[in-house]
């Protein structure tokens, strides 16, 4: 445990880790309202190391992209809406709380509000009001329409991902992004990410009719 602690302590502060340098001291300089100190240290990173991370993020936008744009020319929805048909799919009743609808998707709740919105539109969501013990709650609930809708969705977005990922990686490959993934996210959206991956089964199963 002491090992995996200091790993996750090491996460944390790898940005000021990764390569640096002491600034010369020039000695106190004045501003006029303040004196500012040059002596700093200054955090550089060198290309062989960005490089990775640059490839990784334009990977990650080129991906969302086109499994965007397939969702869109296929059926009619966005992937930001997929996520929400998805989330909602695999809870009991297939309703969550607008709060925790936006945590699941990773959505801000402005954005969040404006997707639902048209959704709720199409009919493929439903919105209730209701007395919570914090206050009024707001909750949206998957119709049997967007059921049918997250099947349809769902098999384009599965066709996507095997062919914009899955046949290029080998299993150790996926094993290692997988790893890699998890390292970066902080440890709620780890669990959160882990939660829903092992319920999003249950939403197919549940769209198809299996339970």
Do not use: K
Request: aromatic share 4%; hydrophobic share 45%; net charge neutral.
């Amino acid at each position: 445990m002491t090992g995996a602690r200091n790993g996750h302590a090491g996460r944390a502060d790898i940005a000021v880790r990764l390569v640096s340098r002491s600034v010369p001291e020039c000695g106190p300089q004045e501003t006029g309202v303040v004196t500012v100190s040059a002596s700093t240290r200054l955090a550089e990173v060198s290309a062989e190391q960005c490089l990775p991370v640059q490839v990784f993020l334009h990977a990650a936008r080129l991906l969302e992209s086109e499994l965007n744009r397939r969702l869109c020319d296929g059926v009619g929805v966005t992937y930001a809406q997929f996520q929400i048909l998805a989330a909602l799919a695999c809870r009991p009743q297939r309703r969550l709380r607008m709060t925790d609808l936006a945590a699941a998707v990773g959505l801000s709740r402005s954005c969040l509000s404006h997707a639902v919105a048209r959704m709720e539109d199409a009919g493929w969501v439903r919105r209730d009001t209701r007395d919570a013990g914090d206050g009024r709650a707001v909750d949206t609930t998957l119709t049997d329409l967007g059921l049918d809708m997250f099947a349809m969705a769902n098999s384009v977005y599965a066709r996507g991902v095997r062919e914009l990922v899955l046949d290029y990686l080998t299993g150790d490959q996926l094993q290692d992004l997988r790893a890699a993934s998890a390292a970066l996210l902080p440890l709620p959206d780890a669990a959160a990410v882990a939660t829903t991956a092992r319920h999003f089964d249950l939403g197919q199963r549940r769209a198809a009719g299996h339970c």
